[in-house]
Nanobody, 126 residues
Framework: QVQLVESGGGLVHPGGSLRLSCSAS????????IGWFRQAPGKEREGVAC???????YYLASVKGRFTISRDNAKNAAYLQMDSLEPEDTAVYYC????????????????????WGQGTQVTVAS
């Protein structure tokens, strides 16, 4: 059974950092792309970043330079390091699996990412 489980969310002040983890089970992560998405209340889900099997990456413009996506195939896990967090980053963050990493794939969301975790809440507030 393909399963993705996010963890690491929490409450931080603006300018703070969080590291989200995406733990995969039921498959070997190595050949797959992992994407991170987020959804804020009242807003549509948006793709934040993805990392492909060759460690190629793509970032949403608003997070580029602040967020870093990575993977550890030996641990069957992917991560999203979030620095310089802003209130606008507040959302439920999801990881999901695809077969390629691109801005197009991120924009398609569930059209290209077919397995999703349950989400973890990130709140950035003073």
């Amino acid at each position: 059974q393909v399963q993705l489980v996010e963890s690491g969310g929490g409450l931080v002040h603006p300018g703070g950092s969080l590291r989200l983890s995406c733990s995969a089970s039921g498959f070997t992560l190595d050949p797959y792309t992992i994407g991170w998405f987020r959804q804020a209340p009242g807003k549509e889900r948006e793709g934040v970043a993805c990392i492909g099997k060759s460690d190629d990456t793509y970032y949403l413009a608003s997070v580029k330079g602040r967020f870093t996506i990575s993977r550890d195939n030996a641990k069957n896990a992917a991560y999203l390091q979030m620095d310089s967090l802003e209130p606008e980053d507040t959302a439920v963050y999801y990881c999901a699996r695809s077969t390629y990493c691109s801005g197009y794939g991120l924009s398609r969301g569930k059209g290209d990412y077919h397995y999703w975790g349950q989400g973890t809440q990130v709140t950035v507030a003073s």
